[in-house]
């Protein structure tokens, strides 16, 4: 299998604070990997030894097939990145910021102005061009900041919670420019905070937790692993909500839950006590205006992983670590 | 590996360090120019230097102002261009903790070249101040007693003696954490430095343990390089003196500031 980019076994000690303890990483060419952990887990850590700012205690990060710590360089080269704070310059303008990249990425004056030409009007910012930086608002610092790192068309880019801070509007403009680069074939690492973020965006996710990869998988891989499935039922007709009630606790083995007025829901171990509930609520006459087979939500997954206490995490622990 | 396509960027152009640090050092300049207020150190301080020293201690000094004019004011350019160049190293400590410095490090390029952009940008904090200095010396009566092109001499002497400086505070920049304590550090060597010498008063005036100091000083020699080049006298000792010790300054600090920087990623 190749991957875009890779982490084993990454450990860094910053004096007695042990920052990442052994993490694993690794994305397909083209794909989005999730990158989710609390403040402290260790995500910006990881992504800043895969871009080559930190060198790695022990362990091993290789991008586009060259090692970051003996190749440098050429990781350089194929890399974009953008950090949690807008890496751009306050004093410099739109256009200054983005063709000083290109120039120090050896692109040819008329290239690197052409080049910025381009991305500013991409990122919806060209009107901004050439006001300085200090006056552009939060959003639009990000989308420079991201355009920054597209200067070089890179392979990769790393992004650094990219939308923390930003407002619903603005943060979904982000999201669009991110599902934009994996259409072109860039791979992703994106951190994030935010699990309905990692649940919009990757099409794998590692939970990052105190250093470690606590769980890897897709979103649905993961909230498969923690709790089983819910079935929800809301009656058209509130009178019959003993029956339904009735036949939830049948199919499931349990006593079913209202978890709103004129809703019930039951916890499943498998879909085919989804069908059995469909075919009973019809073989009674029983009409639906409700009726979903539910995961559950990233959160619960990500509280179940992130509290080693739970049984859900050692479950997880060992199905996907 | 198949899926991984070649960058666009063309590949290692030659000269690409001197490129990339002008490239850098035309940012710094954009910087400088879009906040004047940084220039007030190299504008408005060295007028009021002037003014002090020369109205203020002049007439006790030499009897006549104009006199001390023309002793004074070579040497205060070169304390005014080195105290200038102690905010390269303190603006460097304020930008590399800021986020651009992150983007600079994630860029295929030298780790030389952000550093070297700084100071060369900042050769226009010199350049400005020695106009300043010499525009305002020449309204209040100082003559140049060479000619125009030995004081551009010494104009470039010094500045190149402050670019070697610079790298001092570069490395101290890179070092510390805060840009105060760079110039708090920085400070105290300047003032033993350049009030150390013979800048406000004849090095015969001093007593005997400061006028050992002079001796050994070298900005004692800067400042008779630009008086010798501007007011006349013997200049090729002390000129070649200077450019030895910039040469030294430069070897052994430039390398170490650009080691310490490329250790901290």
Known sequence: ?321 | MTTITVPVLAKGRPMGLVRHSLALARRSLIKTLRTPEQLLDVTLQPIIFIAIFVYLLGGAITGSRTTYLQFLLPALLVQTVMFASVATGASLNTDVKKGVFDRFRSLPISRAAPLIGSVVGDLVRFVVSIVVMLGFGAAIGFRIKTSPLEVLAACLLVMLFAFCLSWIWVLFGVLMREPGAVQGVAFMAMFPLTFGTNMLVPTDTLPGWLQAWVKINPVADVMAAARGLMNGGPVASPVLTTIAWSLGILAVFAPLAVAAYRRKA
Do not use: C
């Open chain 1, 1 to 321: 299998m190749d991957y875009a980019f890779q982490a084993e076994g990454l450990v860094k000690r910053f004096g007695s604070t042990t920052a990442l303890d052994g993490v694993d990483l690794a994305a397909r060419p083209g794909s989005v990997l999730g990158v989710l952990g609390p403040n402290g887990a260790g995500k910006t850590t990881s992504v800043r030894i895969l871009a080559t700012l930190l060198r790695p205690d022990a362990g091993r990060a290789v991008v586009g097939g060259f090692d970051a710590v003996h190749k440098p360089h050429e990781v350089r080269r194929r890399i974009g990145l953008t950090g949690q704070y807008a890496s751009v310059d306050e004093d410099l303008t739109g256009t200054q910021n983005l063709v000083l990249i290109g120039q120090l990425l050896d692109l040819p004056k008329r290239e690197a102005r052409h080049r910025a030409h381009e991305l500013l009007h991409q990122f919806d910012l060209a009107e901004a061009a050439g006001r300085p930086v200090r006056t552009y608002s939060g959003g639009m610092r990000r989308r420079l900041d991201l355009a920054a790192s597209l200067v070089g068309r890179p392979n990769v880019i790393f992004l650094d919670e990219p939308t923390t801070g930003l407002d619903p509007v603005k943060r979904d403009d982000v999201w669009h420019m991110i599902r934009g680069l994996t259409a072109e074939g860039v791979t992703v690492l994106l951190t994030t905070q935010y699990l309905e973020e990692a649940d919009a965006l990757a099409d794998e996710i590692s939970v990052i937790d105190h250093g470690r990869v606590i769980a890897h998988g897709t979103s649905s891989d993961l909230k498969r692993v923690v709790g089983g499935q819910t079935v929800v039922v809301r009656p058209t007709d509130a009178g019959r909500m003993d029956e339904v009630r009735a036949i939830l606790s049948a199919v499931a083995g349990r006593a079913a839950e209202r978890p709103g007025p004129g809703v019930l829901s039951v916890p499943v171990d498998g879909d085919a006590a989804f069908t059995a509930v469909v075919r009973r609520l019809d073989d009674a006459g029983i009409g639906v205006t409700e009726l979903a087979l539910r995961l559950p939500s990233l959160d619960e997954v990500f509280f179940a992983l992130t509290h080693p206490s739970s049984q859900a995490a050692k479950a997880a622990e060992k199905v996907l670590a």
